[in-house]
């Protein structure tokens, strides 16, 4: 609202707080309180929508930042905002004016999470790539043409792969799943006790399954071990709800899954403009 003093991003004498690779993400749910909302006068609401409509506008104009808005799937929470921008500082900043602003006490928060995008551990080096695929299994001799010529493809590939991993530019799909997640560290099943090749083995069949679900799902994970409650936040990206809960349902399946994974609480939102959010809202 415009009495509420807005707090600046991130004034110029305070250090930058980015990750030395990646950017922070901040996923943010709210309730709202319609009683609140209720003690406005017409003039104040416009105000406040005017006011959210502002800062959205401000924080996708601010460099290498995404602001994804979702009206959420039921009432464990009503509006969720997912945040991507380097700087913690200047997500903290942005964070805390999503809040104030619809007014003091009209967005309550009910969940957030804190995390990173991060490029993956088992991703095949280009040492690994030559001996295993092209040596190993497509009988290429180590500098031949054709050998560098499928090294260069690779190159590329992983170039795209890892900027994606970093630095993702997610589309406006309209289904939003969002769940934290961990590996489990009980007993016989200690992920973190299994040596790297077993690992990476196990994380082989993972993504086999998840490619299966290419064009259909699009999977964000960033990490967030020492950041929040769980190690990593998951973010799917679908065009239909039943692609969630069979990709979901499939890797349960899966012994990364089935023997490794702890989950918390799942969050579905549907990405819409701000006009339409305020409708469906009853703002
Ligand atoms: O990034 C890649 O595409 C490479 C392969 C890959 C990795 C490294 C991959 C592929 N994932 C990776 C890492 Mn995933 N993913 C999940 C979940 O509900 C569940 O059971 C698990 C939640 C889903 C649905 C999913 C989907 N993935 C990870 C990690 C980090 C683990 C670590 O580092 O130890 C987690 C926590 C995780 C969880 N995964 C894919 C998908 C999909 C759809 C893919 C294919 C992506 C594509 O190639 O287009």
Same mark, same amino acid.
């Given at each position: ?6 707090p600046?991003?991130n004034?110029?004498?305070i250090?930058? @707080?980015a ?11 709210? !309730?709202?309180?319609h009683?609140?909302?209720? %003690?406005?006068t017409?003039e ?7 006011? &959210?409509?502002?800062l ?9 930042? !995404?602001? @994804?808005?979702?009206a ?7 509006? =969720? ?6 700087d913690? !500082?200047t997500?903290?900043?942005y964070?805390?004016?999503i809040?104030?602003?619809? /007014? ?12 990173i995008?991060?490029?993956s ?7 690994e ?5 092209l040596?190993? !299994?497509? /009988?290429?001799?180590?500098g031949s043409?054709?050998?560098e010529?499928a ?18 530019? @997610? ?5 939003? %799943? #969002?769940?934290p ?14 040596p ?9 069949g ?8 290419? =064009?259909?799902? &699009?999977?964000?994970?960033t990490?967030?071990? /020492? ?5 990593w =936040? ?11 809960k069979?990709?979901v349902?499939?890797?349960? #399946?899966?012994?990364?899954s089935?023997?490794y994974?702890?989950?918390g609480?799942?969050y579905i939102?549907?990405?819409?403009p ?8 009853c703002?």
């Amino acid at each position: 609202m415009s009495d509420t003093p807005a707090p600046v991003p991130n004034p110029s004498d305070i250090p930058v @707080l980015a990750p030395r690779e990646g950017w922070h993400v901040l996923h943010l749910f709210y !309730q709202i309180d319609h009683a609140q909302w209720a %003690c406005l006068t017409d003039e104040e609401k416009r105000q406040a929508k005017v006011g &959210l409509t502002e800062l959205v506008s401000e924080i996708r104009a601010t460099p290498d930042t !995404q602001l @994804l808005l979702l009206a959420m799937a039921s009432p464990k929470s009503d509006l =969720g905002f997912i945040l991507l921008t380097p700087d913690l !500082q200047t997500a903290n900043a942005y964070e805390k004016q999503i809040t104030l602003s619809l /007014g003091p006490d009209i967005l309550n928060p009910v969940y957030s999470y804190l995390s990173i995008t991060e490029r993956s551990e088992y991703t095949p080096t280009r040492e690994e790539h030559a001996a295993e695929v092209l040596i190993g !299994q497509k /009988g290429l001799a180590e500098g031949s043409p054709e050998f560098e010529t499928a090294l260069k493809e690779f190159d590329t590939r992983m170039a795209h792969y890892t900027k994606f991993r970093l630095y993702p530019a @997610l589309p406006d799909w309209p289904v939003i %799943c #969002f769940y934290p997640m961990s590996k489990r560290r009980s007993g016989n099943d200690n992920w973190y006790s299994l040596p790297f090749v077993e690992r990476r083995k196990l994380m082989e069949g993972h993504a086999r399954v998840g490619r299966t679900y290419a =064009g259909r799902i &699009l999977q964000m994970i960033t990490g967030s071990t /020492g950041l929040d409650e769980y190690e990593w =936040g998951v973010t799917l990206l679908a065009k239909d709800t039943f692609d969630v809960k069979a990709i979901v349902y499939e890797m349960r #399946f899966d012994e990364v899954s089935a023997r490794y994974a702890d989950f918390g609480d799942f969050y579905i939102g549907m990405q819409l403009p701000l006009d339409v959010l305020f409708r469906r809202l009853c703002l």
